[in-house]
């Protein structure tokens, strides 16, 4: 009977990510804000300063922040180097798009008129990525080369990946939606501290 409750228990380990196992799903957002009247697609939009977020972490190659999403579908992060960016280039990051189906990363051009043209950068299939019912937990990370790395906070590889050839800054950073409301939480704890190594595309937290 032992060895078949340790056998049980493995198999969950390695279907469910670590930050699955808090009491309550809502223990991942603790010490993490909540981003508050969230603007429509289209709508002029608040752009947070990224002086003012006091949990980003840092490596010799990159800056990581973690940001949560609850929503049916359409959780949509922008962000670039101005507060106000119009006939300026963002980047875009949708988590569970098309009715939480797809994620995508894109740079996004919006003129003084407030018509946006899109670049798609990537597009990879994640059904069933977001929920209604508890916030999901992201690990968002962006290199010095213009790289950009999504994963779920946990895990080890990261499930959208793309360049900004451009290489926009991380100065401001905003939260939008599409057709349906979406909770957003961001300057989420993160170990400022800890070492941070790559090996084969994996990042390894000591």
């Known amino acids: 009977m032992k060895s078949l409750i340790v056998a049980v228990t493995v198999v969950i380990s390695i279907i469910f990510p670590a930050d699955a196992f808090h009491s309550n799903s809502f223990d991942a957002i603790k010490g993490c804000?909540?981003?508050?009247?969230?603007?429509?697609?289209?709508d002029p939009l608040t752009y947070i300063p990224m002086t003012d977020l006091q949990n980003l972490g840092f490596t010799n190659k990159s800056i990581f922040f973690k940001i949560a999403v609850q929503g049916r579908y359409d959780g949509?992060?922008?962000?670039?180097?101005?507060?106000?960016?119009y006939n300026k280039e963002v980047i875009e990051i949708v988590f569970g798009g098309w009715t939480n189906t797809k994620s995508a990363g894109r740079r996004q051009y919006r003129s003084a008129s407030n018509q946006a043209t899109n670049t798609v950068l990537a597009e990879v299939q994640t059904p069933m990525l977001l929920s209604a019912n508890r916030p999901t937990v992201f690990l968002v990370e962006l290199f010095h080369d213009g790289t950009i790395q999504v994963r779920i906070s946990g895990q080890d590889h990261p499930f959208?990946?793309?360049?900004?050839?451009?290489?926009?800054?991380?100065?401001?950073?905003?939260?939008?939606?599409?057709?349906?409301?979406?909770?957003?939480?961001y300057d989420c704890p993160v170990d400022k501290y800890a070492k941070i190594c790559y090996e084969d595309g994996r990042m390894y937290v000591n």
């Open 160 to 185: 959208l990946l793309f360049n900004d050839a451009k290489m926009i800054p991380f100065y401001y950073m905003t939260f939008t939606k599409w057709k349906t409301d979406v909770l957003y939480f």
């Open 76 to 85: 949509i992060l922008r962000f670039g180097d101005s507060l106000y960016p």
């Open 33 to 42: 804000k909540q981003y508050g009247h969230v603007g429509n697609y289209n």
